[in-house]
């Protein structure tokens, strides 16, 4: 059983107060239906939009997508996107209709929807429209094109990703003829926008099945990113991988929280490894100097897909660093800390769980890393000095003893170093001890 939400509601009724039928319709629908509390809410109606401008007028509205029939309701309870009845034309960009016709009955305008699950309907009153079984592909768990598979995709090739983000969100099946039509019309993608390849993906990376997702479909995701189809079937031949490079990097994915840099993170920290694969005479693989090589694909990926200036530089240094060591004693915890500070301390330290469950073969790495983070709290609940913010001495005091200029910078990192190393304390006293017995040693060099 559905319900609107009041804000829903009342537009609902405000425009069939009208005289124009109105339905919700779409993603809101597909996840009431689910037992999922929407998103947000989106409703199809009648009204042209001349009519939903003179039904809201004196209502808070955006208007910027009215040549294609859609005015934006602003709410309380939200936005809601209410868009004419309509039919899509030509779509000679792969992304955008050519034009838009209006037509005059919920039906139709379910008919130019991607996927059978979201060209649903429902009204109060009227109950469930739903043309194309969507209903019956929801509760089967099964993902099916409405209509031809090969127009809606050659419509948008987009949606091909969307397909696939909708296996990693829900864990469906893909119906056979609309998978076939996803691979026939994959060459489509590379015409694709990169920031639209990029969100679709990103929401692919963070859904919960997302290991299924990029199994069944690494095929499609190599068009993407094709950077990433060397990794596919590479054998690692190590006693420490279970699994190829691709199968390794998918499940680590699946086993970080679904932060999107971290998730992107965990799928090409190893993307270098094909590049860097050897083997000795033993039969035993390994891909020395990869993550480096990592670090230049991902940069490549990371720009081609336009990531903002801050997920770049943190996706960077994850990948970059993933195979180094976070400290196996609270000496190297603060060092380390000191380096990179706590939140990206955080970041690899979850990282490198995952990749240690990927590898699929020794648990105790796991725990290793669960004593690490037993130390990283130790530390920082001790309040213990890992950075020039933490430092007992300032710039200020420093200048006090005659220092200037780059001195003092580089004054205030041989302290830091003493006090992490263990060979001052961090008080006042002590280290500006240490910086005038410094200074005397400078001077007589």
């Not at 840099?261 to 039969?283: F, I, M, N, S, Y």
Request: charged letters at 25%; a negative charge; proline letters at 4%.
């Amino acid at each position: 059983m559905m319900r609107l939400p009041e804000h829903a509601a009342r537009a609902v009724a405000a425009l069939e107060a009208a005289g124009y039928q109105t339905w919700a319709v779409g993603g809101c629908v597909r996840d009431s239906l689910r037992g999922a509390a929407p998103h947000d809410w989106d409703l199809c109606t009648a009204a042209r939009p001349d009519q939903m401008q003179a039904v809201f007028a004196g209502e808070r509205v955006l208007e910027t997508g009215l040549r294609h029939g859609t005015l934006t309701l602003l709410t309380e309870g939200g936005p809601i996107e209410i868009t004419t009845f309509r039919t899509d034309g030509g779509y000679s960009d792969g992304r955008h209709p050519d034009g838009v016709r209006f037509v005059g009955s919920v039906e139709d305008d379910l008919a130019r929807r991607d996927f059978t699950i979201g060209a649903m309907a429902w009204h109060p009153q009227r109950g469930l429209c739903d043309p194309y079984g969507g209903l019956d592909d929801l509760q089967e768990g099964i993902l099916r094109a409405v209509g031809d598979p090969d127009a809606r995709f050659a419509e948008d090739a987009l949606r091909i990703l969307r397909g696939i983000r909708f296996v990693s969100r829900l864990g469906f099946a893909v119906e056979r003829e609309t998978a076939a039509a996803m691979r026939r019309q994959a060459a489509r993608l590379n015409g694709i926008a990169a920031e639209r390849v990029r969100g679709e993906l990103t929401g692919l990376l963070c859904g919960r099945f997302v290991h299924r997702a990029l199994r069944m479909f690494a095929d499609l995701i190599g068009v993407v990113l094709p950077e990433l189809t060397p990794m596919f079937g590479c054998a690692q031949r190590n006693p420490h991988h279970l699994y190829d490079v691709w199968e390794h990097s998918i499940r680590a994915a699946a086993q970080v929280p679904a932060d999107p840099v971290l998730r992107w993170a965990a799928l090409l920290h190893d993307c270098g490894k094909p590049a860097c694969k050897t083997v000795d005479e033993q039969g035993i693989g390994h891909f020395y100097g990869h993550p480096a090589v990592s670090r230049t694909i991902a940069e490549q990926i990371a720009r081609r897909l336009r990531f903002s200036g801050a997920d770049q530089d943190r996706l960077l240094l994850l990948v970059e660093q993933h195979d180094r060591p976070l400290g196996e004693n609270d000496k190297l915890v603060r060092r380390r800390l000191s380096q990179i500070g706590e939140a990206r301390f955080r970041d690899l330290l979850v990282l490198k769980k995952g990749d240690a469950v990927g590898q699929g073969t020794h648990p105790e790495d796991v725990a290793a890393l669960l004593e690490t983070e037993r130390r990283l709290r130790a530390v920082l609940q001790a309040d213990i000095c890992f950075s020039l913010h933490h430092l007992a001495v300032k710039g200020n005091d420093l200048t006090a003893l005659g220092l200037s200029g780059p001195a003092v910078g580089e004054m205030l990192h041989f302290l830091l170093d003493a006090v992490l190393d263990e060979q001052a304390e961090n008080t006042r006293e002590a280290l500006l001890a240490l910086a005038r017995a410094r200074m005397e040693e400078q001077h007589e060099q």
